[in-house]
């Protein structure tokens, strides 16, 4: 690097060495396959996606079956929705740990991931849309001498 002496020579090094953005590529298995790891509270999804009918199976069922609710299957199918790639990925997770509401959040992580690895051009959509992120809030840990992680016991004057 170069000693600089005044502002104006400053402007001329800024413009020679531009920052560039790091590209994505495409990272598969083997097997064709994109996989990412999804997490929500407590639970931990892995996710692998390939071409084909839009099957998704979730630990070895097919995934209305294991998440009944319309709430969690609307939740778990938002990112393939939103990169508007519906019926073009098979998808099988494998997801264990939490509740059913926590493991659709860790499915909906791993999908979005996933799908990054595998058509990294889709990855302004899903970031725009907050898919990517991993939403980090946990349950709180009891403490010592609380009933919970912060309601104390009753209190009684006599």
């Known amino acids: 690097m170069a000693e600089l002496n005044s502002l104006e020579e400053l402007g001329s090094v800024a413009a020679v060495e531009e920052v ?9 298995d083997e097997h064709g396959r994109a996989y990412a790891t999804g997490k ?7 996710v692998w996606i390939k071409p084909g009918t839009g099957k998704i199976t979730i630990n070895k069922r097919d995934f209305p079956t294991y998440f009944a609710r319309p709430v969690l299957q609307m939740v778990l199918q938002q ?9 073009q990925f098979d998808i099988v997770a ?24 595998y058509e990294p051009g889709l990855r302004a959509v899903l970031k725009k849309g907050g898919f990517l992120t991993r939403d980090s809030r946990v349950v709180e840990r009891k403490k010592y001498g609380k009933a919970k992680a912060r ?7 006599r």
């Open 94 to 117: 494998t997801v264990a740990g939490g509740g059913l509401s926590g493991q659709a959040g860790a499915v909906r992580h791993g999908i979005s991931k996933a799908l990054t690895l």
């Open 151 to 157: 309601r104390s016991f009753q209190f009684s004057k």
């Open 40 to 46: 929500r509270k407590d639970a931990v999804a892995r």
């Open 79 to 87: 990112p393939i929705v939103a990169a508007a790639r519906t019926g």
């Open 20 to 28: 560039q953005a790091p590209a994505y590529v495409q990272k598969l």
